[in-house]
């Protein structure tokens, strides 16, 4: 799959969940491209593409680690959940990515049909930002960034007199 969509479909999802983790989420959703590179220019030594690096279960543990035994403001978790959208969205591809070192065989979801550069993966990334686009407004989640998304908290609106008390009590039962 293309950067540019990499780069949406990471950017509207954290921006959802974490608004100031977006760019992190862009260094990882490319990282499994770059580092192929980053490699070369280390050891010499020419990675295949869509090899190591696009291991899925490797963004899975690396993401699992940075939540559960440590991470600094989160910034781990974004890098590896951005590397997760890449491999993730490259297994909709024809291509596909290997999930792990121990097999060969490529991993493919919704039976890879996606090729590089189609419309279709405009379309995919293209529908992701616009669905989290609207959650993202629906549930307000740029006002505060510690704030839990899909919940509204009316009554603290109303604290800080972003509605009015026809609103509140017209929404004081609703928890979400
Ligand atoms: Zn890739």
Redesign the pocket.
Known sequence: ?KWFNHIAIAAATAAVIAPPLVPIAILGATA??WLERVHKALTGARLRH?GPT?YVIMWILGLFATLTLYDVHHIGAAFFYGGLT?VTA?AFTVTGVPFSPLSDRRFHLFGGRIRTGNPEEYLVSGAIVIVCSIIAIATRHYADVSYAPFFFDYPEYYNNGLIDAAEWRQHRFKFF
């Open positions: 799959m499994p491209d869509r696009h890449h490259d």
